[in-house]
């Protein structure tokens, strides 16, 4: 069974600009989960995805936006980039349910410059 | 909004010794997971606890989750440099929402 699949892995950004992460579940599982980790401030919850409809969300301000798609695929997007958006971006897929469990992608090294 | 606290935030052992991160939540909690990251790598899953007081084991590690269910702690007995990574809980009162953790980061000294 394939894994959760983030893309890219690395980019650079300039301040300003835009940049969308995209994420592929792994097979069957219908909600997605994004965090933002840095060394100081640990993992910080983004917003879920369940059934293309966000169910929950984190407390980051409105330039920070997902979606998914019938396919369960999903991404995320950062406007007007800032230098503290700098971060290493998790998507984490699962089946939905309560009580399940979070399975990692590797990541999406953000540096915005 | 919901906290999950968690300390220390670094510990160094010498290989051999044992090593304990503790979890706190500000509020009660439906389950509680635990997740370790590698240098380098991504969050992968350990174990989930639901049940007040369960106390469930991996090999060296141990899991205890609070009676209150607002506390939760990982015991690894006899330390390998296999260990070394960032140990998280993640706390959940909804079931489908996870508060993670600051981490705590163990180096263990050969």
């Known amino acids: 069974k394939a894994g959760v699949t983030q893309t890219p892995r690395y980019l650079i950004k300039t301040r300003g600009q835009q940049v969308t992460l995209s994420c592929s579940p792994i097979?069957?599982?219908?909600?997605v989960s994004w965090y933002q980790q840095t060394p100081g401030q640990g993992l910080q919850f983004l917003f879920e995805?369940?059934?293309?409809?966000?169910?929950n969300k984190g407390n980051f301000p409105g330039r920070f936006s997902g979606r998914q798609f019938s396919n369960s695929r999903s991404e995320m997007n950062v406007s007007t980039l800032e230098l503290g958006d700098s971060a290493l971006y998790l998507c984490?897929?699962?089946?939905?349910?309560?009580?399940?469990?979070?399975?990692f992608g590797e990541g999406s090294w953000l540096t915005v410059v | 909004g919901q906290q999950v606290m968690q300390i220390p935030q670094y510990q160094h052992v010498q290989e051999g010794e044992d090593f304990t991160t503790y979890c706190n939540s500000s509020?009660?909690?439906?389950?509680i997971q635990w997740y370790k990251q590698r240098p380098g790598g991504h969050p992968v899953f350990l174990i989930q606890?639901?049940?007040?007081?369960e106390v469930k084991k991996q090999k060296r590690l141990t899991f205890q989750f609070g009676e209150a269910k607002k506390n939760s702690s990982l015991h690894i007995t006899a330390t390998q440099t296999t260990d070394v990574g960032t140990y998280f809980c993640?706390?959940?009162?909804?079931?489908?929402?996870?508060?993670f953790g600051t981490g705590t980061s163990l180096t263990v000294i050969p």
């Open positions: 097979s069957g599982h219908r909600s």
């Open positions: 984490a897929s699962s089946p939905g349910t309560s009580g399940f469990t979070i399975y």
């Open positions: 509020t009660t909690l439906s389950n």
């Open positions: 993640a706390g959940s009162n909804t079931g489908n929402q996870f508060y």
């Open positions: 995805y369940f059934s293309e409809t966000q169910r």
């Open positions: 606890l639901v049940k007040s007081g």
